[in-house]
């Protein structure tokens, strides 16, 4: 039977510490946007509305956070019950991640205090794809709170209510399923609407099947990277086994986001410009090479029973999921002449606080609470 139990351990340490200061001087100037607007601290304009706190804060941020998802979909859509351990760790960076994208657009929106029209129907309009972006996104973060509060509610043995929860516990776990599959394409059909502005190599009609599906694999490699991370600071056994038989799922998702994504751009002509130099060529190269790179580690088994050759391709694996995203909202992106974008040290302090408050919380859970599995012995020995 799975048994989780909390790390334990001191929890202030200095790490601790110094991320707990990281954040305070993130929200300090939280606190001066909300004080003085986003001109104060931001060096968005009308060229570029949406810069590194949706780029990097939702876009890719929300893919990190896909672990509860792509777990969801192979042990509760699959069947695959023996990945149920890593479930409810997934779930934790799910729910950390999506809430603090959460909290990101909330900083991001200029009339922040009209954020409750969303939920207005009279102001609802259902054929706007940022509204179903928006809708999903805020539905899905009640779902993860909710999924995770098992580890809660044993951690204070409340029983009864556990399993009046459970009784229920189906229906989120359908809806943990639908609503990222929604909004992760939908991230994707968000840039379609840029038109000529957004750059030929990432404007495709395959951009939500290109986000989806690299969503799913981001997923899938942040468990990974997750349960690594865990051992080595917590001084637990690796998850090796489990994880190989984990990492055998991606390259075939790899194989066919790359034949989608090659494939479209020559058939569309666009190989010369993909090949013409300059910084969006480079980084539309620089992308899919770290894509393949990912995929020419994971496609042999020996490497996938490797704990440091399957850490670093995971890794590898995130870097290119997350340069493919901020590609096609920052880089592929040109509004016209005139207009630049590079982050203010604001809003980067800003985005390294809400980083920071996630790993405090992510420690404070698992140190705290039942999250982590206990591993039986034989995986200490791999």
């Known amino acids: 039977m799975e ?120 102001y609802s309009n259902l054929h706007s794809v940022m509204f179903e972006v928006a809708l999903c996104v805020g539905l899905y973060i009640l779902v993860l709170w909710v999924e995770f509060a098992p580890a809660v509610l044993e951690k204070f043995k409340a029983d009864a209510l556990h399993a009046r929860l459970n009784r229920y516990i189906f229906a989120f776990i359908a809806l943990g399923v639908l609503l990222p599959t929604m909004h992760q394409s939908s991230l994707g059909t968000m840039m379609l609407m840029a038109g000529y502005k957004l750059s030929p190599l990432w404007r495709t009609g395959f951009l939500p099947l290109l986000f989806l599906i690299s969503a799913i694999t981001m997923g ?18 690796l998850e090796t086994p489990l994880l190989a038989k984990l990492a055998g799922v991606i390259p075939w ?20 410009l993909a090949f013409s130099g300059g910084l969006q060529s480079d980084l539309f190269l620089l992308e899919n090479a770290l894509f393949f790179l990912a995929l020419l580690i994971l496609i042999y088994p020996s490497n996938q029973r490797n704990p440091r050759l399957l850490f670093a391709a995971a890794c590898t694996l995130l870097a290119a999921g997350g340069l493919y995203r901020f590609n096609t909202y920052i880089v592929g992106f040109d509004p016209g002449t005139g207009w630049q974008y590079f982050p203010s040290a604001p809003e980067l302090l800003i985005t390294f606080g809400i980083i920071a408050i996630e790993l405090m919380g992510y420690a404070w859970f698992v140190k705290r609470l039942p999250v982590l599995p206990v591993l039986e012995p034989i995986q200490a020995k791999m």
């Not at 949706?54 to 859509?77: E, F, K, P, Q, R």
């Not at 019950?81 to 909290?103: C, D, I, K, N, Q």
């Open 3 to 122: 048994v989780n139990k909390p790390v334990g351990g001191k929890l202030f340490t200095r790490t601790f510490l110094a991320l707990f200061t990281i954040a305070l001087i993130g929200m300090f100037f939280v606190a001066k946007r909300y004080m003085y607007g986003l001109g104060a601290v931001t060096n968005l304009n009308d060229g570029f509305p949406w810069g590194i706190w949706i780029a990097y804060d939702v876009v890719v941020g929300t893919a990190l956070a896909c672990g509860g998802y792509s777990m969801a979909l192979m042990v509760y859509v699959f069947n695959k019950w023996e990945y149920h351990p890593l479930v409810r760790s997934a779930l934790l960076t799910s729910m950390f991640g999506y809430t603090l994208a959460g909290v990101s657009v909330l900083i991001d929106v200029g009339r922040y205090w009209q954020a409750y029209n969303i939920v207005v129907p009279w």
């Open 220 to 237: 899938f490699a942040v468990v990974i990277v997750e349960s690594c991370l865990a051992s080595l600071l917590f001084k637990r056994p």
């Open 253 to 272: 998702l790899l194989m066919v986001y790359l034949v989608v994504r090659v494939e479209d751009v020559n058939l569309r002509g666009l190989l010369p």
